[in-house]
């Protein structure tokens, strides 16, 4: 699992070296590895193709006029989604990416003044199927590296054992690192206005069996705008190796690899009965899935349905019925914690493990079920405007009590031949998030 160093600083801070940290997370049971995004773009802008032609000798290159500010540039370039009116990255004559450096060419008898470039030979993503597309608002003519807020940034890659899925995202690893660096984390309030609608009114949800579904809650957005995804949203993604998909989805998987919560979008309007049943599959039920495959369901599949067929695989795969597209208008977002084993035996049967999964096979916190939901929204109505019901829907009928531990401190320093004082023990109580309450030697602990 790839963890941002950057996105940790969100939470908290540290001033000790990559190598440091990677031998403190190790010592902590969060055995990782380090690599640098550094990014090298001298020379690297902004430009405006303002003409494309095909190429006179070659049926796959087309000679482009990109104006970056001070000039135009002529350039001969082969990526099939070249055209017209198309914001582009541009390396001038002199850049080097990589170990590669560009030079005046001639191509097929046709001189070429630079390169219009893909993502991935800027090193921002893996894309190298065509040419970045950039937002047509960013400056002609500017650095590439400040148009598109591109900072260098440290990558840990966890191998998370089964057992650490409380470290399955950016906030469990920070409070790992709040252990190292002994600070606390104080997470952020979501704060966003409601409407007067109620999304009690307009949906209606039954967990069909409580043993396949601790906690199931949702709410409803209206009047969104599906579109693509502000740049400091998609450097987040791509930063830990996630491709850009749209706007909303991508605010998904940002909480997901943000709080470890993974969600799930409908388009409320294809909801057939305005019904959401958490309920297992019948033998041999089928369901057209988000890869345009269809499902042949077992009956230990967990399924959404909207009350007469499936319109998703709970915590595997949604349904390409109700998924989320450009015509979207209003959603319906699902926060929830699936049954573990349910979701291993689905993920494996239909041979489709993906991030939400692994998460849900590991174990999903119940108490961050409603944060995360409300983190959703609150990202959608500041940055994409909507409006959201004053209520949500939260069914949690059997909630989980946190376990008491009792530790004896005078018991411990006998047993393990130390002497830790009660000042000490306070200490690492905290670091741990452990709440506790002293009766003499006595400590009773909440576990987190």
């Not at 849900?360 to 944060?371: A, K, L």
């Not at 939901?373 to 994409?384: C, D, G, Q, R, S």
Request: charged share 25%; aromatic share 6%; with cysteine.
């Amino acid at each position: 699992m790839k963890i941002s160093r950057n996105w940790l600083g969100d939470y908290i801070s540290s001033e000790k070296t990559d190598s440091d940290l990677e031998n403190q997370f190790t010592q902590l049971g969060l055995e990782c590895s380090v690599s640098k995004i550094k990014f090298n773009l001298d020379n690297v802008v902004v430009g405006k193709v303002i003409e494309c032609i095909k190429h006179p000798n070659a049926d796959r290159l087309n000679i482009c006029k990109v104006d970056i500010g001070l000039e135009v540039l002529e350039i001969v370039c082969g990526a099939p989604n070249i055209c017209e009116k198309l914001t582009v990255a541009v390396a001038r004559i002199g850049a080097i990416l990589g170990d590669f450096k560009i030079k005046k060419v001639k191509i097929r008898d046709i001189e070429s003044y630079g390169m219009i470039c893909s993502g991935k030979e800027l090193s921002i993503n893996e894309d190298n199927d065509g040419i970045l597309i950039l937002d047509d608002e960013l400056p002609i003519g500017s650095p590439i590296q400040s148009a598109l807020k591109l900072e260098d940034n440290t990558i840990f890659d966890f191998d998370m054992t089964p057992n650490r899925g409380d470290c399955f995202s950016h906030l469990g690893v920070s409070r790992e690192l709040s252990i190292i660096e002994n600070k606390k984390i104080i997470l952020e309030k979501n704060k966003f206005s409601v409407s007067d609608f109620k999304s009690s009114d307009l949906i209606t949800v039954n967990i069909k069996d409580d043993s396949i579904c601790k906690r199931y809650a949702c709410r409803i957005i209206k009047n969104v705008s599906v579109s693509e995804s502000p740049q400091w949203l998609k450097n987040k993604l791509e930063s830990i190796g996630q491709n850009s998909i749209n706007n909303i989805v991508d605010i998904t998987n940002y909480v997901m690899f943000d709080l470890g919560q993974p969600l799930h979008i409908f388009d409320f309007d294809k909801i057939s009965n305005k019904t959401i049943d958490v309920r297992l599959s019948s033998k041999d039920e089928k369901i057209l899935c988000l890869n345009n495959e269809v499902k042949v369901l077992s009956d230990n599949d967990i399924v959404i349905s909207d009350g007469s067929s499936p319109i998703a695989i709970a915590g595997v795969i949604g349904g390409l019925d109700s998924f989320v597209n450009s015509k979207t208008v209003n959603i319906l977002v699902e926060s929830a914690v699936f049954n573990e084993i349910h979701i291993r035996r689905t993920s494996k049967l239909h041979n489709y493990s993906k991030e939400a999964s692994k998460r849900f096979e590991r174990g999903i916190d119940s108490d961050n079920v409603v944060y995360s939901m409300n983190k959703f929204v609150a990202l959608v109505l500041e940055h994409f405007g909507g409006e959201t019901s004053k209520d949500y829907i939260d069914i949690y009928k059997t909630a989980v009590s946190n376990e008491e531990i009792a530790f004896n401190l005078e018991q411990c320093n006998e047993f393990l031949g130390i002497d830790l004082s009660p000042k000490e023990v306070r200490d690492i109580f905290n670091k741990l998030n452990i709440a506790f309450s002293i009766n003499n030697n006595q400590y009773l602990c909440d576990i987190p």
